[in-house]
């Protein structure tokens, strides 16, 4: 298991956004979330990633090859340091950035040079710095952006900026790649070099992936699992297949009616 | 071309000025003899002269939506004839060779300077070369880290007073109280930089204005401490081996100094903007939960911006009250952080050579424009409006630097030759 969530909960003032969550996800899985709109998915991921501090719960994660380790409330760029990594569901790339730049970043907290090294550029720096470039571009490569890697990022197609998105937070090396709605806005063709992509990195990267999504047909034809939540709860998990024909899953996308009708 | 929209917008705008400036430029009283003159013809110049600027505005304004935004990052060699004259330029200049004579030959200007001007001369330059540091330095927290400061001139008063008073009080000469007015000025920079860390905008600006004012107001009235508004006096000037010097000389001699930091200045601004830390801060300024999620530590960022701007605001504090060789709180107004903020947005955001253009300009105009005393201000004024509407990056914006890969010119070129094997076939 490289992810378990237990019991997580998290309040904003009176409102109860995820309630007594769990989850978990084992080793090179694809699991995704999923739940009508305002179900709490992002606010969940938001807790995994350390960017809200969950009220209450605990995360811990089990990177391949290191100790079992609780992250709750560690500060989010601690969290990607042990190996998570995040898109954003509204594209949040360094807009004014280049392509190469925006991975560089990615890379940065796998890097050593401090203030000193910067000002003196003493050999080991230079090094460093070569060797950054060269990974970045080598990234780049493996998510097929080298026609970009000078342009800025906000120059970029739609679809290259979701892909670039995910170059970056592949670039910290993580073991858990988290993908907040990595679809959202594409094309079918898009989606479908997508879906792609996403399980050639599973392989080549030796990663696990953890997407939340709303487009159907890529859930179910990627996930291995799939968690449903709705108000902040958890209502189902399972295969695909089960998922596809939960009553509990299908009153909360389509409402009670639908239900009855039919 | 001239719409006939354009020129009812035109008028409709001379009009408005002649409103305006009805009560200043028509009517005079005549307080000796109690009566009023009108001056009516002074409307005719009001209106002609706000329909052509108006007019001009319009053109302006519609080259450079024109002109619109180049899209790439082109690296020299990219840039073809047909480019705009300001890319072509940038390329011109950016050549090896023609960059090493220029600054051979500002570099000779320079030395050659406080020989060939009068001593006058030689003090504004001083004043404008401290600007530039200054703005450098307010650059770092500003252009790169994206945290916008109005109390900067606080930390100058730091290194300021921190010379004063070694001196008064310990007798520590310019040389060793340089480093450590800088030392305080990045400690201050770090202890301002931790309560503010979580603010951001607006709220970061009111929070850095309230602590500027909140030094100088220290320094007024803690009488024991800074001898209050009578400021500390005779504080002797840099020393050169314990050489008496001339008051001409021994301003020439503080110029070479501040010559000497401006280079040092540049130079380790130049190193922190390319290095690592350069690109955290401005991925930071771009989206700061986009930055941490990318596992760097805002915190530490943020606060190496604050402190490392800081430390040059407290070295120049330190060159300052040698300069003058008196020092009173008077001279840490809120004025003096606005006008370094003016040089780094002026100049342009980020950009080396734009910060240090921009307090050129900002420093020298004023002195020059004393022949225009009573508008000097108001001239001040409209060129920053001019230069906010029509180039709003400042007068050199910054670039982004492109990089070359050996492997990806490889690559075209094999793609290259493989088209043209294709096409014999």
């Known amino acids: 298991m490289v992810l378990d969530v237990h019991d997580l909960t998290m309040d904003f003032g009176g409102l109860r956004a995820v309630d007594h969550m769990n989850l978990n996800i084992n080793e090179g899985e694809i699991v995704a979330l999923i739940g009508p709109n305002g179900a709490g998915k992002t606010t969940f991921f938001n807790c995994v990633t350390g960017l809200y ?43 004014n950035m280049t392509c190469l730049e925006n991975v560089m970043i990615g890379r940065d907290c796998r890097l050593q040079a401090g203030i000193l090294g910067a000002i003196f550029r003493n050999r080991r720096t230079r090094e460093e710095e070569e060797k950054d470039i060269h990974d970045s571009y080598e990234i780049l490569k493996k998510i097929g952006l080298t026609r970009w890697v000078n342009e800025v990022a906000k120059n970029l197609p739609y679809g290259a900026q979701r892909r670039l998105e995910i170059a970056r937070a592949l670039a910290t090396e993580p073991f858990l790649l988290l993908l907040d709605e990595p679809a959202a806005g594409m094309n079918p063709q898009e989606t479908r070099s997508l879906v792609e992509l996403i399980r050639r990195l599973r392989h080549t990267e030796d990663i696990s992936i953890f997407l939340i999504e709303h487009d159907m047909s890529l859930v179910m034809t990627l996930s291995e699992r799939i968690y449903v939540m709705d108000y902040g709860k958890l209502i189902a998990q399972g295969k695909p297949e089960e998922i596809k024909h939960d009553p509990v899953v299908i009153k909360a996308y389509l409402g009670e009616d639908v239900l009855a009708e039919a | 071309m001239i719409s006939l929209q354009q020129i009812k917008k035109s008028a409709l705008v001379a009009l408005w000025f002649v409103f305006l400036t009805f009560p200043i430029m028509v009517i005079r009283v005549n307080t000796i003899e109690d009566v009023v003159q009108w001056r009516w013809y002074n409307i005719l110049w009001v209106a002609i002269g706000s329909f052509v600027l108006s007019m001009l505005w319009a053109y302006m304004l519609e080259q450079r939506a024109k002109s619109g935004r180049r899209r790439k990052v082109v690296t020299r060699k990219e840039v073809t004839a047909d480019a705009p004259l300001s890319e072509r330029l940038r390329a011109r200049l950016t050549e090896p060779r023609v960059r090493n004579r220029s600054f051979i030959v500002i570099g000779i200007l320079a030395v050659a300077y406080p020989f060939v001007t009068s001593m006058y001369q030689t003090n504004i330059m001083i004043t404008a070369m401290m600007y530039v540091v200054l703005g450098l330095g307010l650059n770092i927290i500003i252009g790169l880290g994206g945290m916008l400061n109005l109390g900067y001139i606080a930390f100058y008063a730091v290194g300021a007073y921190t010379y004063a008073l070694l001196n008064l009080h310990f007798g520590v000469n310019f040389w060793l109280a340089l480093p450590i007015g800088a030392a305080l000025g990045g400690v201050m920079g770090i202890l301002v930089g931790i309560p503010v860390l979580r603010l951001r905008g607006d709220y970061l600006a009111i929070v850095t204005l309230g602590f500027g004012e909140i030094v100088r107001i220290v320094l007024e009235n803690w009488n024991s401490f800074s001898n209050g508004p009578q400021g500390i006096a005779n504080i002797p000037r840099p020393g050169f081996f314990g050489v008496k010097m001339t008051l001409p000389q021994a301003m020439d001699y503080t110029y070479f100094i501040v010559i000497g930091l401006v280079v040092f200045t540049i130079f380790v601004v130049n190193r922190l903007e390319k290095s690592r830390i350069g690109r955290q801060w401005e991925a930071m300024k771009e989206d700061d939960i986009a930055c941490q999620a990318m ?44 006008i370094v903020l003016c040089t780094v947005v002026l100049g342009g955001m980020g950009s080396i050579p734009g910060v240090i253009v921009g307090a050129l300009v900002l420093i020298l105009l004023p002195e020059y424009l004393r022949a225009f005393a009573d508008f000097r201000l108001l ?41 043209s094997t294709g096409e014999h076939e």
């Open chain 1, 53 to 95: 501090k969950p009220t209450a719960g605990a995360v811990t994660i089990h990177a391949p090859g290191r100790e079992e380790e609780t992250i709750t409330a560690l500060r989010p760029h601690k969290i990607t340091e042990r190996g998570l990594a995040r898109t954003f569901q509204n594209i949040r790339l360094f807009q």
């Open chain 2, 295 to 338: 596992g760097i530590d805002i915190r530490k960022a943020k606060l190496a911006a604050i402190a490392l701007g800081a430390v040059w605001a407290g070295m120049m504090g330190v060159v300052f009250a040698a300069k003058t060789t008196f020092i009173n709180p008077a001279s840490f107004t809120v004025w003096e952080s606005i």
């Open chain 2, 379 to 419: 001239l001040f004024g409209a060129i920053l409006v001019i230069m906010m509407v029509f180039r709003p990056g400042g007068i050199i914006q910054k670039r982004r630097k492109a990089y070359t890969f050996e492997t990806q010119t490889a690559d075209s070129s094999a793609v290259a030759a493989g088209q």
